[in-house]
């Protein structure tokens, strides 16, 4: 029971860091793409 209570308290903290980096990287990607827009309107207003 502690064996498996430890186990699963691993796997929810390697999820946990995971899911950060993930958002980190979704989150750098939309800060990109937002930056690229407001660029692209500056270039050519008619958009």
Known sequence: MQLNLSDKA??????????AR?????ASIGARR?????LNKKRAPSF
């Open 34 to 38: 937002v930056l690229r827009r407001a």
């Open 22 to 26: 993930e958002t980190q990287r979704l």
């Open 10 to 19: 691993k796997n929810s903290s390697r999820l946990a860091s995971i899911g």
